[in-house]
């Protein structure tokens, strides 16, 4: 509006002057006006151009910065015990993510904070990991880690106590068979998460993939009854997991009990012997503290599934690629 103003009272003056001085005051006149609508243009274009970079500007933040307000600076974590909670940990100290937090709670709580935000299409970042039925039910993205902190793909692996080969040979002999996919552990994972009771969701896998079931049980004799303790961390891919390697272990005659526990306790209960197996270690970085901690006192058979991944998870309608725009 003052550049409105100026120019109208440039075109005013002119005018008088006109009046005044004949054809000379209107020569004069027009070349002032000319140089004034020059003048208030070029000045409108620099306006313009410094609305469009602050607009450029503000959009740039908003993919970080205001996201940061509306979540009040706080990433959605799981169970504190989780090596995928340190690492989270770890990037914001990497990135020089200060003003951020890292809140534990649990996967259930997780993945309700995930429904409730695209419910309302509203912004959210959890800790994340595939496999998971989330991947599946929501548009999901990780966020870019250019520093590396959650590492490349990891892999979940089998432990199982000392001298279970010797003491279960048909057991141990399963379950260092037990390899699968994403894919096979997705299935599982999804019947339950629409409503299907697990043991339930799980024998439907087993009753479809036979051929793989009996490559795991090739040549292992059948038991009466003998006792064999599970323990899992209550993720849904370990309860996908636990309660499919449960039903192939009760098919050949074992009385399985599973008991979820949290990660450390997991660990624990196995090193001690107060469990005969696991097929829930993600290694090399969510449970590698724990190995550290219990790994020379158990036997690790390798990988059951090969190619997770962890990090940081959004929204595929969050304007936001990479943990450095949290900056």
């Not at 103003?5 to 005051?25: E, T, Y």
């Not at 005659?253 to 949290?262: A, K, R, T």
Request: with cysteine; aromatic share 8%; hydrophobic share 40%.
């Amino acid at each position: 509006m003052r550049k409105m103003h100026k120019f109208g009272l440039a075109a005013g003056l002119s005018v008088a002057l006109l009046a005044a001085c004949g054809d000379n005051a209107e020569e004069n006149n027009n070349a002032a006006g000319n140089d004034n609508a020059d003048n208030a243009a070029e000045e409108n274009n620099g306006a313009e151009n410094n609305a469009a970079d602050n607009d450029a500007d503000n959009n740039e933040e908003a993919s970080g910065a205001d996201y940061g307000e509306d979540l009040d600076y706080t990433i959605t974590g799981i169970d504190a015990g989780a090596g995928i909670m340190s690492a989270a940990e770890d990037a914001l100290e990497v990135y020089d993510l200060g003003d951020w937090d890292i809140s534990a709670s649990s996967d259930a709580a997780m993945t309700q904070a995930l429904g409730d935000a695209f419910e309302n299409e509203e912004p959210v970042i959890v800790t994340g990991w595939t496999p998971h039925w989330k991947f599946s039910e929501y548009d999901l993205k990780f966020l870019d880690d250019p520093e590396g902190v959650f590492g490349e793909a990891e892999d979940i692996h089998t432990f199982v106590r000392e001298d279970l080969e010797s003491d279960m040979p048909e057991a141990y002999q399963v379950l260092d068979n037990f390899q699968w996919s994403e894919d096979d552990m997705g299935e599982i994972m999804v019947s339950i998460q629409e409503g299907m009771d697990e043991e339930e969701a799980a024998r439907e896998w087993i009753d479809a993939n036979e051929d793989l079931v009996a490559e795991w049980t090739d040549g292992v004799d059948e038991v009466d009854g003998e006792q064999i303790d599970l323990v899992f961390v209550a993720w849904d891919s370990e309860i996908a997991s636990t309660n499919m390697i449960a039903l192939v272990l009760e098919d050949l005659g074992y009385e399985v009990s599973m008991d979820p526990l949290e990660a450390n306790f997991m660990f624990q209960a196995v090193a001690d012997g107060q469990a005969d197996a696991m097929v829930a270690a993600w290694l090399p970085l969510t449970h590698d503290h724990l190995v550290e901690d219990y790994g020379d006192s158990m036997e690790d058979l390798g990988a059951n599934l090969e190619g997770a991944r962890t990090g940081l998870v959004v929204p595929e309608y969050m304007d936001i690629d990479s943990i450095e725009d949290l900056q």
